[in-house]
Structure formats: C-alpha cells, structure tokens
C-alpha cells in the first residue's frame, strides 16, 4: 500500500493550483500578448473544470467514501478474520481513538463492547496526504445501525498488514475482525485481534 497519495489526488491541490493561476492574472494584463494571455485564460477554465469534478466525485456515493467511511454493509465483500486460538490474547490498539469518542459511544450501544470491525486499506483524513487503514466498527450495524469510525491502525500494524488488506482492497474485499471497545465511559479505547489475518496471506492460503 502506498504511504502517501499522488499530488493529484490531495484534496486541496485544484484549488491552490486555482489559487496560483488567479495570482499569476496581477501580472498578466487584457493588453498582454496573446501567447501570454490565452494559456492563462485556458489554465483558469482548466481549474475551474477539474475543480468541477472533484466536487462531484466528493458528492457521489461511494461506500467506502474517498476518505475510507463506509456508510454501510450493504454490497460489501467481506472477508471474516476471527481470532486464532490462543494462551495469550495479542491486539492492536486503534489510534486516534480520542477524536472519535462520540462515533465509539454509538457503536457501543448498539452493538455491544465486544463486536467487529471492518479495516479499509487507503483511508485518510481530510486534508491528509497520507493513507491509512481506517477502523469501521460495525457491531451496531449488523444490527440495524451505520458503521462508525474509530480511527486507524497503529503504523506498526499498517506496515505487518498493509499489502496484505491493499491487496483485498483492490480486489473489492475488506477484512472483518473481532473488536472490542475498552471502558466503560469517556473515554473509550478500541483493539482489535488480527490474529486470524494470518490464515488470510499468501503463504497461508492453504
């Protein structure tokens, strides 16, 4: 999986790239020459094109969405990891867990402290270049609720998993994991057992 996205998917790049051309009209005059005057004309409408785009590419569904939020489980792929069999129970710990207490709360209501979690592979923050793999705990939406988003994989996890869920991700498979969310108020944490995605890597296939 890529750690960063290209300049051209960056959210923000069409408008500061707007934002230069518009700069570059205090220099350029109506007056000015035509080779000078008609690229920068044809540059704004380029702009304001692609501009255009992304913002309908923004508001047409997708699940998961260009920021990696499923919106539900419907027509989703899903790939079940339950954890291994073992003495000592080893989890990942989700991060920024602490930005979404109020998504972790829900999930909990409905779904329960101990329930699963779907890991989508290229998922970001906005205004983030760089990819992660988001953590959609699905507890409550097994049981009629939405998907909530509790944050990331630890970047310790991401390199162990990353190509491994990069993988199934662009073969339109997303991995479903045991979760549990610690705490009983505010706030709460999330860890996951991955030890089932072990059977799931090539060399385990068998």
Known sequence: M??????L????????LLLVVLLLTGFVRPSSPPWLLWPLVLGIAACLAWIAVKVAQERRPANP?????????????????????????????VEDA???????????????P?????????AS????????????????????DRPRHAGFLRHDAEERW??????RGAAGEYLRVPARITGESRPFGVE????GAEALEPGDAA
């Open 65 to 93: 969405d260009q920021w990696g939020n499923l919106s539900s489980l419907a027509d989703l792929r899903l790939v079940d990891a339950p954890g291994a069999e073992r003495e000592v129970r080893a989890v990942v710990h």
């Open 125 to 144: 923050r906005w205004l983030s270049m760089r990819y992660r793999i988001g953590v959609e705990l699905v507890g409550g939406a097994e049981r009629g």
């Open 98 to 112: 602490q930005r979404h207490q109020a998504a972790i709360e829900l999930a909990r209501i409905h779904g329960g």
């Open 192 to 195: 996951l057992d991955l030890s």
């Open 2 to 7: 890529p750690r960063y996205k290209s300049l």
């Open 162 to 167: 990353g190509a491994l869920l990069d993988t």
């Open 9 to 16: 998917r960056w959210e923000p790049f069409p408008y500061l």
């Open 114 to 122: 101990d329930q699963h979690a779907v890991l989508v592979p290229r």
